[in-house]
């Protein structure tokens, strides 16, 4: 098993979001299959290997994991003749990759973007991890509804919540806390509209963890159901969809789920898939896959023509040409 490079901008700061804390639990599981270790390149860190000296090493028996979407095209450059994996969070970016790339996707949405986009790259769909300390503890809860102000849609938090706010309790998260699986379990109800702010950056939601963490610790989730959140996501069933028709509408559902605790909570059965043992299971098939596809490309290179932009161009000539040669022929 080749070790692992996961190469990230940085660790802290600037660089700490829901993408690489989810990227960093991601190492944490393959240090259980593999050696892996973390490398940035944009910011120096202690104790942390810097991308310039790792280069400087033999890098043969390593597999470079790049996932940050907008360096993506530029690391993979840099890469070359290299073995590099893309861990692919989100999808929309524009670019496209060569087939001896592989592409780990966090979500069936994402997957399937790749799958069209780059379709003789090896493919692979390994879903964010829900961390044990997200499971409902039956605590009382003493917050009505809660909102995480970060990517919160303008309509939720201008119009929503002030809305809401004469008939309910309702408590702004707009700061990161240590303990958000314990506010989770303090909520009854939790907003997440996310749909606008993707939108703006013009790439999709790729996992859409808060809302997953939110229902696993027993909470009633009103979402967006933009992007990867459909993977999971069911409105009617297990959630109810947010910023539908209008204010008075969703404040009724709001208001109502308040007043009406949900009887027959999701079991934990549903988020089984999404827990560490089994997520290690696939993590060990898919390393296996894609350390012999690597052994495979040193041997043999590719001879699958890539979907490039150029090669659609030419398929939509001959189809077009075909047609008129038909009509030609008919007559």
Same mark, same amino acid.
């Given at each position: 098993?080749?070790?692992?490079?996961?190469?990230?901008?940085?660790?802290?700061? %600037?660089?700490?979001?829901?993408?690489?804390?989810?990227?960093?639990?991601?190492?944490?599981?393959?240090?259980?299959?593999?050696?892996?270790?973390?490398?940035?390149?944009?910011q120096?860190?202690?104790?942390?290997?810097?991308?310039?000296?790792?280069?400087?090493?033999?890098?043969?028996?390593?597999?470079?994991?790049?996932?940050w979407?907008?360096?993506?095209?530029?690391?993979?450059?840099?890469?070359?003749?290299?073995?590099?994996?893309?861990?692919?969070?989100?999808?929309?970016?524009?670019?496209?990759?060569?087939?001896?790339?592989p592409?780990?996707?966090?979500?069936?949405?994402?997957?399937?973007?790749?799958?069209?986009?780059?379709?003789?790259?090896?493919?692979?769909?390994?879903p964010?991890?829900?961390?044990?300390?997200?499971?409902?503890?039956?605590?009382?809860?003493?917050?009505? $509804?809660?909102?995480?102000?970060?990517?919160?849609?303008?309509y939720?938090?201008?119009?929503?919540?002030?809305?809401?706010?004469?008939?309910?309790?309702?408590?702004?998260?707009?700061?990161?806390?240590?303990?958000?699986?314990?506010?989770?379990?303090?909520?009854?109800?939790?907003l997440?509209?996310?749909?606008?702010?993707?939108?703006?950056?013009?790439?999709?939601?790729?996992?859409?963890?808060?809302?997953?963490?939110?229902?696993?610790?027993?909470?009633q989730?009103?979402?967006? $159901?933009?992007?990867?959140?459909?993977?999971?996501?069911?409105?009617?069933?297990?959630?109810?969809?947010?910023?539908?028709?209008?204010?008075?509408?969703?404040?009724?559902?709001?208001?109502?789920?308040?007043?009406?605790?949900?009887?027959?909570?999701?079991?934990?059965?549903f988020?089984?898939?999404?827990?560490?043992?089994k997520?290690?299971?696939?993590?060990?098939?898919?390393?296996?896959?894609?350390?012999?596809?690597?052994?495979?490309?040193?041997?043999?290179?590719?001879?699958?023509?890539?979907?490039?932009?150029?090669?659609?161009?030419?398929?939509?000539?001959?189809?077009?040409?075909?047609?008129?040669?038909? %009509?030609?022929?008919?007559?």
């Amino acid at each position: 098993m080749r070790s692992l490079y996961f190469l990230l901008p940085g660790t802290d700061g %600037k660089f700490a979001c829901g993408g690489l804390f989810a990227e960093l639990k991601t190492v944490a599981l393959a240090r259980q299959l593999c050696e892996a270790t973390v490398v940035t390149y944009q910011q120096r860190e202690p104790h942390t290997p810097f991308l310039d000296d790792v280069l400087r090493q033999d890098t043969r028996d390593a597999i470079f994991v790049v996932s940050w979407g907008f360096h993506v095209p530029k690391l993979v450059k840099r890469l070359q003749g290299r073995s590099v994996i893309y861990h692919a969070h989100s999808a929309g970016y524009g670019f496209r990759l060569p087939s001896s790339v592989p592409i780990l996707t966090v979500s069936r949405n994402t997957l399937g973007y790749w799958g069209q986009r780059c379709p003789n790259s090896p493919m692979f769909f390994l879903p964010n991890q829900i961390s044990p300390e997200f499971s409902d503890r039956g605590n009382s809860r003493d917050i009505d $509804v809660l909102v995480q102000v970060r990517k919160s849609s303008e309509y939720l938090l201008k119009q929503l919540v002030p809305a809401l706010q004469p008939h309910c309790q309702v408590v702004l998260l707009d700061r990161f806390v240590d303990d958000l699986a314990g506010l989770f379990n303090r909520s009854k109800v939790y907003l997440y509209d996310t749909a606008e702010y993707w939108a703006q950056y013009q790439v999709t939601e790729g996992f859409g963890l808060p809302p997953m963490e939110a229902m696993a610790c027993g909470c009633q989730v009103f979402s967006s $159901v933009n992007g990867a959140l459909a993977d999971y996501l069911d409105p009617g069933f297990n959630c109810q969809s947010i910023g539908t028709y209008s204010t008075a509408y969703d404040v009724d559902r709001i208001l109502t789920a308040l007043q009406n605790p949900a009887t027959n909570p999701l079991s934990p059965d549903f988020f089984d898939f999404y827990r560490e043992d089994k997520i290690l299971v696939r993590l060990q098939q898919i390393l296996t896959s894609i350390n012999h596809f690597f052994d495979h490309a040193e041997q043999q290179p590719s001879d699958i023509p890539n979907l490039t932009p150029q090669r659609i161009m030419k398929l939509r000539i001959q189809r077009v040409y075909q047609k008129l040669r038909q %009509k030609v022929v008919g007559n």
